[in-house]
């Protein structure tokens, strides 16, 4: 049947960045109480992007943009297929190919979470400036009723194999039955294979899918499972083999991958780590490993809190390695992390190996990224760099104060930095949504302007509001001369210049103070500091 296409064109607006290395870019709702978030992002040619950005309901029509490589939204692309919205599921470079990107998407009809997935897919490609080259639209067959669970993180995701084919995850509801569905499908839309495998929870969300082994097209599929009254059962990995049989499978919740036992120079010494909150990422390490993130849980015998981790692991989930950061004990009646790893892919690898991750701290009172827009609150975003053995190149802190942030892909770029994809909103209105994207260079920076308002800094100062120690954590790229804490009237009130990973307030007043951290090289940070 002939496919009918309907494309509108639309202005935008984007605030710049500086140079071809680095950029911050806000993208304005289409309308007041809507928005669309910044989600799976590819890079062009020209070194500009391609970002997909997710309508707020899952029935709704997504749309793509072209960011030029200095930051400027300078395409915008709405369109639906037969009156159908569409619901992009993976961009990627075909490099050599006509049309040079291609987007995957589900169609979508219907006004409500009871009736939109349906069982067609869209391959479709775009040249580096969104002009489209081609389409094609393909169904799965009658007998299944809905690609998806009633989420918007629920699509089927895919990655691209050796050779050009996709790999295909996905959650089915069929005619009799709900199941997961794997397939193997050629880049013009082509069946290969498919390959349906029986699940029995009344609620599953599809995390991440990642490359368990290039070579052997073995994958990992990551899945949040849930009980009948909604509450998590559990976040489980999937092994899937290269035939689309399930080999294995582990479950995540819970799982230790650290432990510190009587270590002074540890914050929290006789401590044991272990994964607790879903959404999970994955990505492959090597031909035997995995790397996993998420968020984490530390307990002892007088302390229980939460905190970002990155671990390497084999099939029995054995942790091999780790890094933990971040971490902060629980406040009273706080029933969820403060600490976020990115909402759809939290980790990338970069040209010369190293490691990427993304997340965000100052998060309260959210169990889930799909909760994070109903419940906004300040946050930051903070990327770190480690190289293949898991060591610390550095670590940056991005925002502004009293701005929300929310992000869903890190992916790392060739000139060896990085783009995040999100969202963000103001203390004027946090209902007001922008879709986000920002660009790094290879050593974490922005381009720095008189009229570049947003903070990069290299630590992170934690608990604040603070009743008794202030702790530090720095960048391993840095080092710090004096952190002084000076009262509003602009007293100083404590100096310190050597153990700078903890700062004793005990003795001060409650009430607001400025910290002033002066780094060894010159440059100068302020924190405003709460004193509870």
């Known amino acids: 049947m002939k496919k009918t296409l309907c494309i509108i064109m639309m202005s935008v607006m984007a605030i710049t960045g500086f140079s071809q290395n680095y950029f911050e870019a806000f993208v304005e709702p289409e309308e007041p109480g809507a928005f669309h978030e910044a989600d799976f992002v590819v890079e062009t040619p020209d070194h500009g992007f391609i ?272 890094r933990t950061w971040d971490c902060v004990e629980r406040k009273d009646n706080q029933e969820s992390p403060s600490r976020w790893s990115a909402g759809v892919k939290g ?34 975003i903070v990327i770190s760099k480690f190289d293949r053995h898991f060591n610390l190149l550095w670590r940056r802190y991005y925002g502004v104060p009293e701005t929300f942030y929310d992000i869903n892909v890190i992916q790392a770029t060739e000139d060896g930095g990085c783009i995040i994809t999100g969202s963000s909103s103001f203390k004027s209105n946090y209902n007001y949504i922008y879709a986000y994207a920002l660009k790094t260079d290879a050593d974490g920076y922005l381009g720095i302007d008189e009229n570049y308002d947003i903070e990069v800094k290299p630590y992170f100062c934690y608990p604040n509001p603070v009743k008794d120690n202030l702790y530090m954590e720095f960048s391993p790229d840095v080092t710090c001369r004096t952190a002084e804490i000076y009262s509003m009237d602009g007293k100083l009130v404590k100096s310190q210049a050597s153990n700078l990973e903890t700062i004793d307030i005990f003795g001060l007043t409650s009430g607001v103070y400025v910290m002033k951290v002066r780094m060894s090289d010159g440059s100068e940070f302020s924190e405003r500091i709460v004193k509870q």
């Open 51 to 322: 970002v997909s950005c997710r309508a707020q309901y899952i029935y709704q029509n997504d749309i793509l943009l072209k960011i030029s490589p200095e930051g400027e939204v300078t395409n915008r692309l709405v369109f639906q297929i037969d009156g159908k919205s569409i619901k992009y599921c993976g961009l990627f470079n075909e490099t050599g190919r006509e049309g040079g990107i291609l987007a995957i998407a589900v169609l979508t009809e219907g006004v409500s979470s009871t009736n939109y997935i349906q069982n067609e897919l869209a391959f479709l490609r775009f040249d580096a400036d969104l002009n489209l080259t081609s389409q094609r639209t393909i169904c799965l067959g009658d007998d299944y009723i809905c690609l998806s669970t009633s989420t918007d993180r629920d699509l089927p995701r895919f990655v691209i194999e050796e050779g050009g084919t996709f790999f295909m995850a996905a959650h089915c509801m069929k005619t009799n039955y709900k199941c997961y569905l794997f397939a193997r499908i050629t880049s013009d839309g082509d069946i290969v294979s498919l390959k349906e495998d029986l699940f029995y929870d009344n609620y599953v969300v599809l995390s991440d899918v990642f490359v368990r082994d290039k070579s052997a097209k073995s994958y990992g599929v990551i899945i949040i499972h849930s009980n009948t009254s909604g509450d998590y059962g559990g976040e489980y990995c999937h092994y899937v083999d290269s035939s689309l049989d399930v080999k294995g499978m582990k479950r995540l919740m819970s799982f230790v991958y650290g432990t510190v036992q009587a270590n002074p120079q540890q914050q929290y010494p006789d401590t044991t780590f272990s994964y607790i909150v879903p959404s999970g990422s994955g990505l492959s390490y090597d031909d035997s490993t995995f790397m996993i993130t998420g968020q984490g849980r530390f307990v002892n015998y007088n302390h229980f809190g939460w905190c970002q981790f990155i671990t390497r692991v084999n099939d029995s989930l054995d942790a091999l390695d780790y």
């Open 347 to 380: 980790l990338s690898v970069a040209p010369d190996s190293s490691i990427y991750h993304c997340g965000m701290n100052g998060f309260t009172g959210i169990s889930n990224h799909n909760q994070i827009h109903y419940n906004p609150t300040p946050s930051k």
